[in-house]
């Protein structure tokens, strides 16, 4: 990798240098640092809003206007003032997965027929919360959510989250990936499937929908795959009759790595228009990182820089328990100095304050001289960090701000 394309890949109007400073929705990210301190999440309302419209317009380009629903997958960032925004644009409703995000969701204004509920492993305590709330649409992932379900809502339509038995993820990236190979907890396998349409008549509810998340993360080379997939679901559709909407899930993701080749989001919707248009159906589609996770941006300050051995270390002032996708599914969060140098880089370790061996945020980032430089902001901040954030250590402080 060499310098140039170090600091190119990610630029974009709204997040770039300019006269050599490091500017995020139109504020100088320093003037943000010395304004906030650290640590830091800063959110830009505008960019939310692009990353929606941009799904809109593709979509309807590609033939499925008025054919097709957005909810926006809030365990990805729950912060309310973002939630609120997103309400007021009136371009998605929510995908909420326990019952505190519904009740989240609904003190920032969205109605429960706004929200696409879909979890697993419900208790009853679970399931008498959620039926309380009229509009609601359960999406049932297994016998005995359908079971209990249809005790509590008998006559209702529901969705039955399905498991292909096949999964995507980000450039085949195992631990990202919901269904294949391994079986997992998500959703009625094809073995089932029949038991569970005879289950849910027998409390008269009706499959009005098929829904499958098979993993998160993809891009354009995995488009292929994403057809595949949806081909195969429609299995289920057939065998269920009657079903109104298919809900894809959400996983488009987004690039973090110069190598990463983004969306094609044309042939994205030109695969969901070629799988589901053609059978009247309703098209739902929950993502989540793809509507915040690059309008999100972590403010830390650095604490030490120093050689051991043979490797370079950058302390920041916040560990992986804040964001910890790095950590957990190998997502590199891209480092950046708050001001553009000339110096030359070298490859350094930026690692955080928590005693653990995983709390390393980027191995062998190319950073110049940092002298003189107070703070590090990574990008790709915006989706999975804060709403994973733990205590650990009792590291768990920040603040959040969402920039309009
Ligand atoms: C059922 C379901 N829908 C949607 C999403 C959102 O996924 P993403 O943020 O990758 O778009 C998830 C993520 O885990 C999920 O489990």
Redesign the pocket.
């Known amino acids: 990798m060499n310098q140039q394309s170090y600091y190119g890949w990610w630029q974009r109007d709204d997040l770039c240098y300019q006269h050599q400073h490091l500017f995020f929705a139109g504020r100088s990210v320093q003037s943000l640092a010395d304004q906030f301190g650290s640590p830091t999440f800063v959110y830009s309302a505008a960019r939310v809003k692009e990353n929606l419209e941009r799904l809109h317009g593709a979509l309807i380009a590609s033939g499925l206007a008025g054919r097709f629903s957005l909810c926006y997958?809030m365990?990805?960032n729950r912060f309310a003032p973002l939630l609120t925004f997103l309400k007021q644009t009136g371009l998605c409703g929510i995908?909420a997965c326990s019952p505190a995000e519904v009740e989240h969701a609904v003190s920032c204004g969205f109605s429960p027929a706004e929200i696409s509920f879909?979890a697993s492993s419900l208790s009853t305590r679970d399931l008498h919360v959620l039926a309380r709330y009229d509009g609601l649409f359960m999406d049932c992932d297994s016998l005995h959510a359908i079971r209990s379900w249809g005790a509590l809502k008998p006559g209702t339509k529901i969705g039955i989250r399905i498991n292909p038995a096949m999964g995507i993820g980000r450039a085949a990236n195992d631990k990202l990936q919901?269904a294949g190979e391994t079986t997992t907890k998500f959703g009625i396998y094809w073995e089932q499937f029949a038991e569970a349409l005879e289950l849910a008549r027998s409390y008269g509810l009706k499959v009005a929908k098929i829904h499958f998340?098979t993993g998160?993360?993809y891009l354009t080379p995995q488009l292929e795959q994403l057809e595949r997939i949806i081909g195969h679901c429609m299995r289920f559709v057939d065998a269920a009759g009657g079903v109104e909407r298919v809900n894809i899930?959400?996983?488009?993701g987004v690039p973090h790595l110069a190598s990463d080749q983004s969306l094609d989001l044309k042939r994205w919707a030109e695969v969901l228009h070629r799988q589901c248009a053609g059978r009247g159906l309703h098209l739902e589609i929950?993502?989540?990182?793809?509507i915040v996770k690059d309008a999100g941006i972590f403010l830390l300050e650095k604490t030490f820089v120093e050689q051991k051995k043979n490797t370079v270390f950058v302390g920041v002032d916040a560990g992986f328990n804040l964001a910890p996708e790095p950590a957990y599914y190998s997502l590199p969060f891209q480092p950046l100095p708050l001001r553009y140098d000339q110096s030359p880089c070298t490859p350094m370790n930026v690692v955080g304050n928590v005693n653990e061996a995983l709390d390393v945020w980027y191995e062998q980032a190319l950073l110049p001289n940092l002298t003189g430089h107070t703070h590090l902001v990574l990008i790709n901040a915006g989706?999975y960090s804060s709403s994973m954030a733990s205590n650990h250590c009792m590291r768990g402080q920040f603040k959040e701000f969402l920039l309009f």
């Open positions: 997958a365990k990805a995908d879909t919901y998340h998160c993360g899930g959400g996983g488009l929950e993502p989540g990182d793809y989706a």
